[in-house]
Every structure is written in C-alpha cells, then in structure tokens.
C-alpha cells in the first residue's frame, strides 16, 4: 500500500476535466481504491464516455450540480489555470465538501474566487505530467515518488489532513508551502524551463532540424507542450515568471561575456557550476 492509504477514507470524488492529470488521478483511484466512486465532469460527453469504458470513472456527467455531485465528495479541477476558480466556485455551489487542483499556479486561482468558494478550496499542485495529453496517456503511477504542493490558506486542520492524505495515499510525497511561495518557486523549476525550451526550439529553423541530435531533443522535449495549456501557466504567474527570466537574463549575459573573451577559466566554472547541479539530481 502507499503511504497514506491505510488513511483513505473518501466514499467519491469528482474529476472536473478528465485529461491527462485528471485522467491519471482517476487512474491512480480506481486501481488502489476500487470501492470508491470517481465521477468526472467534462463537456464532451462521448470521450467522458471513452474514458469511463476504459475504467477510468464510474459515472460521468456534463454537469455540476447537487444532482451529480454525491454528498461529501471531494472535487479535484484538473483544466487550464485561467478556468480553475470558475470550476471551483461552480463545485462549492453545487454542495461539493472540499475542492482542491491540480493547477501549477495558486496565487491567480486564490485571487479569483469568491470567500464562500475560497472556503472549501485547498490548492494543490501534483509536480508529474508529460508532453502529451488526454486521458489516453494516464498512468495510474503517474505521481508515485513525485512532490505534491499544497497551499492551505486559513484552512482547517482536517481539510489540509485530508488533501494531504490524498495526495499521499495515490504515491506523492507532499510539501505546504504559501500560494505566493509556491508560485515563486515553480517560476523557477517548472516555468522557466517550459520558456528556455521553446526559445532553443524556436531558434532552430524547420530545415535545420535533420542536424539536431539527443541534445536538442532533451533540452527541448517540454517544448511540445501544449500552448493553450502553458500560455494562461506563464501569464497567471507573470510576476514570478519575469523574476526568473531576468535571473537567466543574468546568468546568460555571463556565459556571453566569458566566451566574448576568451575567458576559459570563467567559462569552465560557469559550467561546472550547472553540471554539479543537474548532477544532484
């Protein structure tokens, strides 16, 4: 059992976008705790329909409201950042207990919800994904030994208990931090590697491509992400995300300088500053 399973008490959660996360949320349910009710909310009924085939939900619905909503459910919102407080806000209207996300920006989600829904709203940020979407490309695994952030603000102890239980009981570890603090930080580690990524993409011309090796394709594989999906990331989080930008700004302009002139020593240190890093991993 996982850690945290022992501790698992939920009778149904609700799903609101059964993708990739949401879809490897379910996943992770339906395989440990099979007696519990996954219910997931969507606007396309015929691959909520899909997605409940291939075991992935037990019901599904198009709506949100006490009628498809089991008393007592906890509901997870799993779509773009800048519709997450809108879900919430629809969810703590039709009843639902205790709402959390998955989103990678909490401060924009804060900030837009109302004091009733922001009541029953304890924001969570599952660090696991991939390029690819849809519900196709869950894995039930998905956030075993992967860091899960949440951010209770004014939260009771037994809500805050039971995200983190949660989020434990389907593999993740898991850290509290503020929604401001988690913004900064994500700036730097999740953010700013989507942005370097497209930008090394976007230097390379199409025809140029042929003379890429594993290197390019290493650095630049979070670059095929989707751009719906990162846009309202980068934007909801734009205090931080230019913060980070002006730090590689910074860092960028001295391996300029180094190799401008010719300052191997500077230039090998700067290097083995970053190699020793990745290296830690």
Known sequence: MQNGSRNFTEQSIVIVGVGLIGGSIAAAVRKRFPECKVIGIGRNRERLKRATERGLLTDWSEQMTSATIPHGSLGIVCLPVNQISIAVRQLADAGCELVTDAGSVKGCVYAALDDASRGRFIGSHPIAGSEHTGFENSDADLFVDRMCVVTPVNATRIDTDRIVTFWKSIGSAVQQMSPDEHD??????????????????????????????????????????????????????????????????????????????????????????????????
């Not at 394709?217 to 205090?239: Q, Y």
């Open 184 to 281: 900064r930080v994500l700036a730097l580690t999740s953010h700013l590697p989507h942005i370097v990524a497209a930008v090394l993409s976007g230097c390379v011309e199409a025809e140029l491509l042929p003379f890429t090796g594993t290197g390019f394709r290493d650095t630049t594989r979070i670059a095929a992400g989707s751009a719906s999906l990162w846009g309202p990331i980068l934007l909801g989080n734009a205090t931080h995300c230019v913060e980070s930008i002006d730090a590689a700004e910074r860092l960028l302009q001295k391996f300029r300088e180094a190799i401008n002139t010719g300052d191997g020593p500077t230039l090998e240190s700067l290097l083995e500053v970053s190699a020793q890093r990745r290296r830690t991993l």
